[in-house]
């Protein structure tokens, strides 16, 4: 996976993902036009289809709306990389298909740098100026997890396959 990054701190709760008066909305698309709109109001209207965003520690915070990794899936957000995850967003990131990494050296990638993820090997390479990061691999079955698209999706398959 591959693209342009998008930087937040530290402390981003899923209000700020999704403000809760769209809680309403169930369609990932529909979500992704109001992603990040309290905190960075371009958001909705610059991010493209394999955008990274990127954030310091206790990403996801707050309640347990599994509406801020869809309105980020949504949004063609390819993966969220940051120093930690509030438990909860992380389970539910990978739920819905969403790969998360942490990387201890989040705070040095900047806004908008080009970064090319390996999730197999947990490398991000940051192509704008040539560092590369370790991140914490997803275990095989994480990936196939976030590789069907989410937990869901994984279970039909499972279930075709017995």
């Not at 701190?9 to 992704?32: C, K, S």
């Not at 390479?125 to 994480?142: I, N, S």
């Amino acid at each position: 996976m591959a693209g342009r990054s998008w930087k937040f701190g530290d402390d981003i709760d899923t209000d700020a993902v999704i403000p809760g008066r769209y809680l309403v909305i169930n369609d990932p698309e529909e979500l992704a036009h109001h992603a990040f709109e309290g905190v960075r109001p371009e958001f909705a209207k610059n991010v493209q289809t394999g955008d990274i965003v990127v954030a310091g520690t206790n990403f996801g915070c707050g309640s347990s709306r599994e509406h801020a990794p869809m309105a980020l899936k949504g949004a063609g957000v390819d993966a969220v990389v940051a120093r930690s995850f509030a438990r909860i967003f992380f389970r539910n990131g990978i739920n819905i298909g969403l790969p998360l990494f942490v990387c201890a050296e989040a705070n040095e990638i900047y806004d908008g740098d080009t970064l090319e993820i390996d999730m197999a090997d947990g490398i991000i390479y940051d192509k704008t100026d040539g560092r590369c990061y370790k991140t914490t691999p997803l275990p095989p079955f994480l990936q196939d997890i976030v590789e069907a698209g989410g937990l869901i999706e994984y279970s039909k398959r499972m279930v075709k396959t017995a």
